[in-house]
Nanobody
């Protein structure tokens, strides 16, 4: 499967964006998917994950502000981002992975990334 992320852009602090991750094939059988982000000069970090049963998990920094979802019929995963902060500025990547022992492990399947810039 190939992934393509979109929906990034420039937004003011407090604003909202919705990122999309479109898969080239069916995501119905994919056990888990996630969103990562990488800010300039920082390591890539896991932001949110979702399993094929709809179980979600979030980094503390985005909890209660971001919502991850997936539409298996459209082969698309989403990241709804509200109350955006300048520290949310990063390139956001979507990913296919799996859950083992309660932790998310990424496969080497990535979208190309979409830039989110939050101005203060």
């Amino acid at each position: 499967v190939q992934l393509q992320a979109s929906g990034g852009g420039l937004v003011q602090a407090g604003g909202s964006l919705r990122l999309s991750c479109a898969a080239s094939g069916s995501i119905f059988g994919i056990s888990a998917m996630g969103w990562y982000r990488q800010a300039p000069g920082k390591q890539r970090e896991l932001v949110a994950t979702i399993t094929n049963t709809g179980r979600t998990d979030y980094a503390d920094s985005v909890k209660d502000r971001f919502t991850i979802s997936r539409d298996n019929d459209k082969n698309t995963m989403y990241l709804h981002m509200n109350s955006l902060k300048p520290e949310d500025t990063a390139v956001y990547y979507c990913n296919v992975g799996r859950i083992l022992g309660g932790s998310y492990y990424s496969h080497n399947i990535w979208g190309q990334g979409t830039l989110v810039t939050v101005s203060s």
